[in-house]
């Protein structure tokens, strides 16, 4: 599986969530690969404690290798590497669908069970991209309205992206693209709406739009948590995601601040193994519990499908 580590600000703790969500993972027996995507700041291998590797994606990007095990790095912890250096692909503004879903198989391909890709901040149509390919979307969010603002953004971005991938009309597509605007000609406020508005012109897209509105379930993550009004912050956004948007949010959890997660960054040392015993650390360890669950459920219906081949 592939899980992409997305948001629309920066400072929101997604290297940290990745990396140590990944070390719990791997803990739990699970092969793990952690992909440095952010652009501009990659630092997973400071996170890590490792010095800025020599080979990254960049090499296999440009063909200086021919098999992303080639710039696989090894960690310190058991079932743990890295890939690092995704600057030369989703930092290329006119990066082709192709180039996009080449890598996305090589990671694939990889023997591995899971990848956690760190996309860093912003949501440029690259970044939008990996996050609407990968296996599962993670959006991470503090309790900050600024941190709240761009994650309904970017939800939204990635949201119309996939609905407009989707269908295959131009008119549809050209509805979509003005459906982006709250203030659009044609009053479409909700995804209700837009349905209603693209029944009209092609009923074979509104049947695809339906069924992406709802199988677009991406997953949030709320950082730095401070109180229990903190906590309900990532339930309210769950509910104002299905009430304006129609986006089925599933709320993963949360973690709460902690002083012990900045003196392990310090430290250069993960979290979960410099104090495993910390509250943030306990936070990690529940939401990676929650995604070894899934990533063993989706193991078995894969396996039921190969069963049924």
């Not at 503004?93 to 591995?112: C, G, H, P």
């Not at 760190?118 to 941190?147: C, R």
Request: hydrophobic share 40%; with cysteine.
């Amino acid at each position: 599986m592939i899980w992409t580590i997305g948001g629309g600000k920066g400072g929101s703790g997604k290297s940290f969530i990745t990396t140590n969500v990944g070390i719990c993972l791997s803990k739990l027996g699970i092969r793990v690969v952690l992909i440095d995507a952010d652009l501009g700041g990659a630092n997973l291998h400071t996170f890590l404690g490792i010095y800025p590797p020599a080979v990254s994606l960049s090499d296999f990007i440009k063909k200086r290798v021919s098999h992303l095990n080639e710039v696989l790095i090894p960690t310190a912890v058991p079932n743990l590497q890295l890939l690092t250096g995704a600057q030369d692909l989703l930092n290329a503004a006119d990066a082709k669908s192709v180039q996009k879903r080449k890598l996305v198989r090589s990671i694939q391909s990889l023997s591995s069970d899971t990848a956690l890709v760190d996309l860093g901040a912003g949501n440029s149509l690259s970044v939008l991209d990996f996050f609407l390919m990968s296996d599962g979307g993670i959006l991470v969010v503090t309790p900050e309205p600024t941190s709240i603002e761009n994650s309904y953004r970017f939800l939204k971005s990635a949201f119309y992206r996939r609905l407009r991938q989707s269908v295959s009309s131009s008119s549809v597509k050209a509805l979509i693209d003005d459906a982006m605007d709250q203030k659009n000609e044609m009053g479409i406020l909700n995804p209700h709406g837009l349905i209603k508005a693209v029944k009209e012109r092609d009923e074979g897209d509104a049947r695809k739009v339906i069924e992406e509105i709802e199988t677009f379930r991406p997953n949030l993550i709320l950082n730095q948590v401070r109180s229990k009004k903190d906590i309900e912050v990532g339930f309210s956004i769950r509910s104002a995601c299905l009430k304006y948007f129609g986006i089925h949010l599933h709320y993963l959890g949360y973690v709460v601040y902690d002083q012990d997660v900045n003196h392990s960054i310090r430290r250069r040392k993960p979290l979960v193994l410099e104090n495993p015993r910390s509250r943030a650390a306990q936070c990690v360890m529940e939401i990676a519990s929650k995604l070894a669950r899934s990533h063993k459920m989706a193991t078995r219906i894969k396996g039921y499908e190969h069963q049924g081949d």
